[in-house]
């Protein structure tokens, strides 16, 4: 199988990043933007930027009809995953393949139960740094997105065919031979994050150098190894320790999504992190007070919008 054809939805700040690399190196006919006409209409009048540059996409509508993308790529926010799953069925095909950005451990899973878990393969973006305010997306570090079957023991067919579209593009990448284990460090890492960073106010700096912030977010990660250990990809220290790694070599003026939610008073996707955690500590019958801070501390400013 050869990938000519990729659609994305969803222009967050990965979005946006992932589909302005695209569009250097693909026909303008070859990336579709997925999005109702609304969006459209205000996409077009206000454009985005990237680094200061506008990008420059090519939109279509979910109602329009046309041959399947070979590549579905999902960078919205959880709480838009359903929509966005009925939004992408005119671009999904026999053959096409579906990789979802998406935080969490949970959305392909939810996909499969939709379009078959043949055509899923899992995620994980990392490495990236950032940041979109408005129409206006600033990163230094692109990062890597990370892909492959749940497990395997050497790459299939779909993943041989992203790996050489990847290629053909310059897009960076990884292949993992354990992507359950990766989203689940990966979560680990985004639970102590994105909540810490929220709650406290601060960008990657504040918790990349030693004190109070940088102890909470740790302990939140470890709260998370502590549930891994009840599943079938127990995470260990030296994942935290790579995890850690993989902070540092974020920019330090950078800031996660849920921080960014937080400055344009957006909802958050607590329920992804926390909220997760919450509701697997109950199941497994393991402590995690640290995180029930967060969800606490996270829904008293929330409801401060109002």
């Known amino acids: ?128 740094d950032a940041v979109k305010e408005g129409n206006r997306l600033t990163y230094a570090n692109k990062g890597v997105l990370c892909f492959g079957e749940e497990v395997m023991t050497e790459p299939t067919k779909n993943v041989q065919a992203v790996a050489r579209f990847f290629d053909s593009v310059a897009f960076p990448y990884e292949i993992d031979q354990n992507m359950r284990k990766r989203q689940w460090g990966k979560f680990m890492l985004n ?34 190894k502590a549930l891994s250990e009840h599943t079938d990809t ?3 220290d030296s994942d935290l320790k790579y995890w850690l790694n993989c902070l540092n070599q974020l920019h330090p003026q950078g800031k996660p999504s849920m921080r960014q939610d937080f400055e344009a008073k957006r909802y958050c996707e607590v329920e992804l992190f926390s909220g997760t955690v919450l509701k697997l500590a109950s199941r497994f019958g393991v402590e995690t007070p640290i995180n029930q801070m967060l969800y606490d501390q996270i829904a008293e400013i929330e409801l401060q919008y109002t």
């Open 234 to 236: 127990p995470l260990d």
């Open 1 to 128: 199988m050869q990938i000519k054809k990729i659609a994305i939805i969803g222009l967050g700040a990965l979005g946006v990043m992932y589909a302005e690399h695209f569009s250097k190196h693909l026909p303008a006919n070859a990336l579709r933007i997925i999005a109702d006409e609304e969006r459209i209409e205000r996409y077009k009048k206000e454009g985005f930027f990237s680094n200061e540059r506008r990008c420059q996409f090519s939109y279509v509508t979910p109602e329009e009809e046309m041959t399947p993308a070979d590549l579905v790529l999902i960078t919205v926010k959880f709480n838009g995953l359903a929509e966005a799953l009925e939004a992408v069925r005119n671009q999904v095909g026999e053959h096409t393949i579906i990789m979802s950005a998406i935080n969490g451990i949970t959305s392909e899973e939810l996909i499969s139960e939709v379009y078959g878990k043949e055509r899923v393969l899992y995620c994980v973006a990392q490495g990236m």
């Open 191 to 224: 639970v102590g994050v994105n909540q810490t960073v929220a709650v406290y106010q601060t960008n990657y700096e504040g918790v990349q150098v030693d004190g109070k912030v940088r102890d909470t977010m740790i302990a939140a990660m470890k709260e998370v």
